[in-house]
């Protein structure tokens, strides 16, 4: 098998050391597995800048929708509704997330290139007094849009709601202060930005919040509450849990704290982005959104031309060792460009040289 690197937003490139973590059968009873679990819980509570008497962190087996499920089935009772804020795939997958346990909930439905409006979020709260929840997507890795999560927080607390968000990939990766915001659940994954391997997600709960939500849940497995109550405990999981990830994970909570922490994971992301933005403009690949609401996680670039072929594209890419991602834009052609991972400013040099030479017809290069 060939070895490519991934420049998607996850799953992403590993380092070595948590690849090897991979190499080790461990018990979901032992103790000392249990120990990790617990490890992981209170490192993510310190990367969100919360207190452990306030918040507290849940950790949930499968994929990051699995996780947004279980926070959407478990938070919203039968008398909740929810404001979900839609600019891109994912957020309106939160919508039918809702639809398809019978949530009560609206829209502010937006483009897939325009931001929330502020007013418009306070128009929405003021004329509908049943809201109670306000949930919004912080990086829509759809287009790589960063969403301006202050902003909302700031107005859905005025108005007294509950305020979740999907943070699925900017946790670990853009510098959040969860209680400053005054954010109430969080929700990431393992494969994101602190560059694990897939198979398990979290949310950072506020523990107030979480414990208001018991009864609400209608699926055994993804209780939300249920979950938390069992590994509070001591570290176990309520199901078999994924014992190799949650290892790789340990260590790549680790290693980013010997980089320097998010602000230093963040720069480097930034400094990718940037890079890649600039050389891409160079060959005449456009990006998709402005550069104000770009995020660093993620480029969505146009097809530059009618002509264009993604699927050679790719194949050429993928052959010379890098693997890229399609659009998921419904309306325009792009594709999407990952900066996170295991990835450095010379893999985005690296990567464009070979788009370059795609262009110039160097088929051998």
């Known amino acids: 098998m060939s070895s490519y690197k991934l420049l998607t937003p996850g799953p992403l490139t590993t380092s070595r050391a948590v690849k090897e973590q991979m190499l080790v059968d461990r018990c979901t009873w032992d103790d000392d597995y249990k120990a990790i679990t617990q490890k992981i819980r209170r490192q993510l509570l310190g990367l969100a800048h919360v207190p452990e ?4 962190t849940v950790l949930m087996q499968g994929s990051g929708t699995f996780v947004v499920e279980a926070v959407l089935n478990t938070c919203l009772g039968p008398t909740d509704k929810a404001l979900i804020i839609t600019n891109g795939a994912y957020g309106e997958r939160l919508a039918q997330i809702a639809a398809y346990n019978q949530k009560n909930f609206c829209t502010y439905a937006l483009p897939y290139n325009a931001v929330p409006e502020g007013d418009v979020v306070e128009d929405i709260l003021k004329g509908d007094q049943a809201i109670t929840h306000v949930v919004m997507v912080h990086c829509e890795t759809t287009t790589g849009m960063l969403n301006p999560v202050e902003m909302v927080a700031n107005i859905a607390k005025r108005h007294g709601k509950i305020v979740i968000i999907d943070a699925m990939s900017s946790f670990g990766g853009i510098p959040m202060h969860v209680e400053d915001l ?3 659940f969080v929700i990431s994954s393992a494969n994101k930005c602190i560059q694990g391997v897939p198979g398990f997600g979290f949310v950072v ?3 107030e919040q979480l414990l208001a939500c018991e009864g609400n849940a209608t699926s055994l497995s993804l209780d939300l509450v249920a979950q938390w109550k069992e590994m509070d405990k001591d570290g176990k999981w309520r199901y078999t849990s994924p014992t190799h990830v949650v290892a790789a994970f340990s260590k790549a909570l680790d290693e980013l704290e010997e980089e320097g922490g998010v602000q230093a994971r963040y720069t480097r992301y930034r400094t990718n982005n940037a890079t890649l933005r600039k050389e891409m403009e160079k060959l ?3 990006s998709y959104i402005a550069e104000v609401v770009q995020s660093p996680i993620i480029t969505t670039f146009l097809f530059p031309s009618s002509t264009f072929s ?3 594209f ?3 890419i993928k052959a010379r060792g890098y693997v890229i991602y399609p ?3 419904t309306n325009v052609d792009t594709f999407r460009i990952g900066n996170i991972g295991d990835i450095h400013e010379e893999d985005m040099i ?4 070979i788009i370059a030479d795609y262009q110039g017809g160097k088929i051998d290069a």
Request: net charge positive.
């Open 350 to 353: 690296e990567l464009v040289q």
């Open 284 to 286: 005449g690949f456009h």
């Open 314 to 316: 790719y194949e050429f």
């Open 310 to 312: 993604f699927k050679s």
């Open 327 to 329: 659009g998921k834009l």
């Open 53 to 56: 008497h306030v918040y507290t």
């Open 182 to 184: 005054q954010l109430d």
């Open 205 to 207: 709960a506020k523990k």
